[in-house]
């Protein structure tokens, strides 16, 4: 059983491999803990496209 949750963006330009944490993107992890007491890794990929950049208000 696998203590990876990956989240990555939907419909990039890349395939992001959520299989390994050998993502071409970098992804960040960060330990989150569970209900039961046990610690996962929470595996945030990035979108190649540039879309974080946007989230920025004018
Ligand atoms: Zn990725």
Partial sequence: MSNRLHVHPV????VH???TDDC???PGMRPVKRDD???GW???HHSL???EKQE???
């Fill in 24 to 26: 071409v993107c970098g």
């Fill in 42 to 44: 929470l595996v945030t």
């Fill in 37 to 39: 007491g046990s610690v």
């Fill in 17 to 19: 491999d959520t299989e």
């Fill in 56 to 58: 920025n208000p004018a």
């Fill in 49 to 51: 496209d540039g879309r």
């Fill in 11 to 14: 419909g990039d330009l890349i």
